[in-house]
């Protein structure tokens, strides 16, 4: 109810909008914050330290990155 007043609407008009974009979409969208999984965060994690300790490789376009990914 807080929500929809601090926009300005009932809670009844925000559900009968949330309803009638249901009816004409027929679908239902649900969403679940990003948070990283442990194995990600760790990546994450590795990723700025290599950053911070200058160890990381810069390329100017695609065919350096190519051979650099090749040697």
């Known amino acids: ?3 929809a ?7 009844s008009a925000a559900i009968n909008g ?3 974009k249901f009816i004409a979409e ?12 442990a194995r990600t965060r760790k990546n ?4 700025h330290k290599m950053i911070k300790s200058g160890k ?3 390329f100017t ?6 051979k650099y990914l090749l040697s």
Do not use: C, Q, S, W
């Open 1 to 3: 109810m807080k929500t």
């Open 5 to 11: 007043e601090e926009m300005g609407l009932t809670l």
């Open 18 to 20: 949330l309803l009638r």
């Open 26 to 37: 027929k679908r239902v969208e649900f969403r679940t914050p990003e948070i990283p999984n």
């Open 44 to 47: 994450i994690e590795e990723a």
């Open 56 to 58: 990381y490789k810069v």
């Open 61 to 66: 376009n695609h065919e350096d990155f190519e």
